[in-house]
C-alpha cells in the first residue's frame, strides 16, 4: 500500500466537520492545561490530584462518543468501544495525559483526544447513525497515566503495566517529599497487588496507533503537516560522578588542583562534539552538579547527567563506548576519578511495516500524489512498551520550531484537521487489511 494508491474510506466526512473537530481539540487542550498543580504553568503528575481530575474530565469526553470508560488498575484511563463481536480484539489509539514539570499543552494529551475524535467520526459513519462497526475489531482509546515519568523518576509506569512489565523494584521508588510508589498507589485509590490486572495479552490488541506532535523540527523545516514514524529511539541514561579533591580557592595554584567540575564541564563537551559528529545519535547532559558547593572551594565532586539517543542500538552503544574512552582520557589528564551508573536503557522500537502503510497512505489520502515524509522519533513514547504485545504504529504532526516539554509548544487547528483525518483514515484502511 503506498500513498500513491490510497482512496479515502471516510473522504465524503464534509471538510468542515474535520475543522470542528479540530477547534474542539484545541479548546479542550486549553480546557486540560487548567488542570495543573501550580498556577499559571501545567505541571499534572503521576497519581496526583490532577492524575484524578484529568482522567474524570476525558473519561466525560469518552463517553460523549458512546465508549465505555474506566480506570484501570495502574491509574491508566481507557474507552473502549466494541465490535459486533465483543471477543474480538481492538485497534488501541492513544498517548499520554500526564506532563513534565511547566509543560507545554499538547505533549500526549493531542494524541489522546485525536484517537477520541476518531471514534466520534468512525461511529458517525457507522450504519444508521449507532455503533455497527465494519472493521473486525473494536476500538479503544487509551490515555496512559505516567510516560514522563516526573514525578517517581521511571517512564513509561502506566504503559508497562498494560504491557505486563511491572517490575516489584518499582515500589520502593520515591518522589521529592519522600512518598514511596506504593504508597501513592494507596492514596490513590488503587491496590498495589493488583496492578498486574492492567495488563494485557497480544491476542486482544490487533495494534496501537499514536498521534503525537513532533519533538523536533524537520517538518517544520520541510513545510510538511503530517509524518510517517518509521521508528522509537533506542535510549541510554547515566548517572555520572567525577571525584577529585576540595582544596582552598585561594591558597591552592592550578598545578596542585584537581577540579572535579572542570573535568565535568570538559566531559560535557566532549558528549556534544562526539555525538554532533555521528548520524542520527544525541548526547545530551541536562544535569550538572558541583560539591562541596561553596564559592571559595575548589569542587572535590561533580555529578552529572547523560541522556544518550539514536536510531539503532549497535551505533548508540558504540558511541558511549567512544564517549567512555574520552572520560578516562580526560579525568586521566586531570588526575580525577570516575565512574558511570546506567539508569535507564530502553532499545529501539521499529514501527510495524502494515501500520507505517496504513497511517503513510492515510496521510495519502489527504494530499493525493504526495509521497509524505519518513521521520524517526528521537524522543520516547508509551509505544516504546506497547510494542512488546502488539504492533505499533505513529503518526506526527507538525510543531513549529519543534519546541517541546515547554509552555511554547505549538500545533496549528490547519494541521490538527489534516491530521485528524489521516488518522481515522489510517484506521479505516487498517479495518479494510483485516478484513477476511
Known amino acids: ?59 466525560a469526553w469518552m463517553r460523549e462518543v458512546g465508549m465505555t470508560a474506566r480506570t484501570d488498575a495502574a491509574g491508566n484511563l481507557t474507552g473502549v468501544l466494541p465490535a459486533a463481536d465483543p471477543d474480538a480484539p481492538v485497534v488501541m489509539l492513544g498517548s499520554h495525559l500526564d506532563t513534565v514539570t511547566d509543560a507545554g499543552r499538547y505533549d500526549g494529551i493531542l494524541g489522546v483526544l485525536l484517537g477520541i475524535e476518531v471514534v466520534r467520526l468512525l461511529r458517525e459513519r457507522a450504519a444508521d447513525g449507532g455503533w455497527q462497526s465494519p472493521f473486525p475489531f473494536g476500538l479503544e ?46 492514596a490513590f485509590g488503587l491496590d498495589p497487588e493488583r496492578v498486574g490486572e ?16 513532533e519533538q523536533g523540527v524537520e517538518l517544520d523545516r520541510r513545510g510538511e503537516p503530517l509524518a510517517v514514524v518509521s521508528s522509537i529511539a533506542s535510549a541510554r541514561r547515566f548517572q555520572v560522578v567525577v571525584e577529585g579533591e576540595a582544596r582552598h580557592a585561594g591558597g591552592t595554584p592550578y598545578d596542585m588542583r584537581r577540579d572535579a ?45 547523560i541522556d544518550l539517543r539514536g536510531e539503532f542500538d549497535g551505533a548508540r552503544d558504540a558511541t558511549w563506548a567512544r564517549i567512555s574512552a574520552e572520560l578516562d582520557a580526560i579525568m586521566g589528564r586531570r588526575r580525577l576519578r570516575w565512574a558511570a551508573r546506567e539508569v535507564h536503557a530502553a532499545p529501539a522500537l521499529f514501527c510495524d ?14 494530499d493525493p500524489g504526495a509521497e509524505p515524509a519518513t521521520l524517526f522519533s528521537p524522543a520516547g513514547h508509551d509505544g516504546m512498551t506497547i510494542g512488546s504485545i502488539a504492533p505499533v504504529g505513529m503518526l506526527f504532526l507538525r510543531n513549529p520550531d519543534g519546541i517541546s516539554h515547554h509552555p ?21 484502511l487498517l479495518g479494510e487489511e483485516r478484513l477476511p
Open 1 to 59: 500500500m503506498t500513498a500513491a494508491t490510497a482512496h479515502p474510506r471516510i473522504g465524503s466526512v464534509a471538510p468542515d466537520a474535520f475543522a470542528s473537530a479540530a477547534r474542539r481539540i484545541m479548546g479542550r487542550c486549553d480546557d486540560l492545561a487548567s488542570i495543573s498543580a501550580g498556577e499559571g504553568r501545567i505541571t499534572r503528575v503521576y497519581l496526583s490530584p490532577e492524575h484524578a481530575r484529568v482522567n474524570q474530565v476525558v473519561a
Open 141 to 186: 482509546v487509551a490515555a496512559f497515566s505516567d510516560e514522563e515519568g516526573t514525578r517517581f523518576g521511571k517512564a513509561l509506569l502506566g504503559s508497562s503495566a498494560v504491557a505486563g512489565a511491572w517490575e516489584d523494584g518499582w515500589w520502593d521508588l520515591t518522589d521529592a517529599d519522600g512518598i514511596t510508589l506504593r504508597e501513592a498507589y494507596r
Open 198 to 213: 492492567a495488563a494485557r495479552t497480544s491476542e486482544r490488541l490487533v495494534g496501537y496507533l499514536e498521534a503525537h506532535i
Open 261 to 305: 567540575l572542570l573535568g565535568a564541564s570538559e566531559a560535557a563537551l566532549a558528549v556534544e562534539r562526539i555525538c554532533s559528529s555521528e548520524h542520527h545519535i544525541i548526547g545530551t547532559v541536562g544535569r550538572l552538579e558541583a560539591f562541596p558547593g561553596a564559592v571559595n572551594v575548589v569542587p572535590g565532586e561533580a555529578r552529572f547527567s
Open 353 to 366: 511495516p502494515l501500520l507505517q502503510d496504513v497511517v503513510r497512505a492515510g496521510i495519502g489520502a489527504t
Open 408 to 428: 511554547d509548544e505549538a500545533v496549528g487547528t490547519a494541521d490538527v484537521a489534516v491530521g485528524l483525518r489521516a488518522f481515522a483514515e489510517a484506521v479505516a
